[in-house]
């Protein structure tokens, strides 16, 4: 099983160059929209895509928005970033079936709570575009492992686990690899940052004194990982102010530590509400 997971690595799509170009531009350089407009410009798979999430209905145009640039313009370098990151990466895996989707719809989830969390965060380490980045591909080891071998991961999927290392012990039984470590592999071949392939790689190890941006990230991820599992569930979009207290704020990393339950609440409904508008907008609804 694990040959077969590891040899699936090796055929998977190329992710477009431009998405590792993007993740490594400086957001504080003055030249950052030119060089984000220039790739976009380059690509035009990815120049329809911003022009047509400029002109969605949620950008609300007054006049139809017609070149790249005004586009760029609408969106934000950042908005434009994210919106390459989600059709890239949801081309390389096409999702089928309403269980693929949901991966898709929680790695969206994720990948927006890390992004609305480094606006809370006080360590100043970490950029959101790289924090969004992580979230949406910190369990792409789970697609590869659902395109290859779904029926050995419905048997992970239905065993017996409620916790996050029981479940990386029941992969390892049933698989031979966990797909913190596949996806980590899929990363490198992508050429994806090593901050990427670390995060995805240890996104399910506890980091009980984070020094490094590396680590700071692996401990938020670890925490919107768990913050978006309940929206997940039928009628848990908008969760308990008991649980949010009680099980979740006491989880929080040491640089979310200034974030309360009101805030943390605001997190969690604006990420879904968020995500959910993406989903729909790639036919993951």
């Not at 950052?32 to 220039?38: A, K, R, S």
């Not at 940052?193 to 980091?207: E, G, K, Y």
């Not at 990230?217 to 978006?228: E, G, K």
Request: with cysteine; net charge negative.
């Amino acid at each position: 099983m694990r040959a077969r997971l590891e040899s699936r690595i090796d055929r998977l799509p190329v992710l477009p160059t431009v998405v590792a170009r993007l993740m490594v531009l400086d957001r504080e350089d003055s030249g950052y929209f030119d060089e984000v407009l220039g790739l976009i410009e380059a690509d035009p798979t990815f120049a329809a895509r911003i022009l047509a999430a400029a002109n969605a209905a949620a950008s609300s145009p007054r006049d139809p928005v017609a070149s790249v640039r005004m586009a760029l313009a609408r969106l934000g370098s950042q908005g434009a970033t994210r919106a390459i990151m989600d059709a890239a990466v949801s081309k390389v895996f096409i999702p089928r079936s309403d269980w693929e989707k949901s991966l898709w719809r929680h790695a969206l989830k994720v990948g927006g709570a890390l992004r609305a969390l480094t606006g809370h965060e006080t360590s100043g380490m970490i950029d959101p575009d790289v924090a969004y980045a992580a979230g949406l591909l910190h369990d792409v080891g789970r697609l590869v492992m659902f395109q290859e071998a779904p029926e050995a991961l419905r048997l992970v999927d239905e065993g017996n686990w409620d916790t996050p290392q029981q479940l990386v012990d029941a992969e390892r039984r049933v698989c031979g690899i966990t797909h913190a470590e596949l996806g980590a592999r899929a990363c490198q071949a992508w050429g994806m940052p090593r901050i990427l392939v670390d995060v995805v790689r240890r996104h399910h190890h506890p980091v009980p004194n984070p020094a490094t941006p590396v680590d700071h990230l692996v401990s938020m991820t670890r925490f919107a990982d768990l913050a978006m599992f309940p929206s997940a569930l039928p009628g848990s979009a908008s969760p308990e102010d008991e649980w949010i207290a009680d099980y979740l704020l006491p989880r929080r990393p040491p640089n979310l530590s200034d974030l309360g339950v009101d805030g943390l609440r605001r997190v969690i409904e604006n990420t879904v509400a968020e995500a959910e508008s993406i989903s729909v907008s790639l036919g993951l609804s």
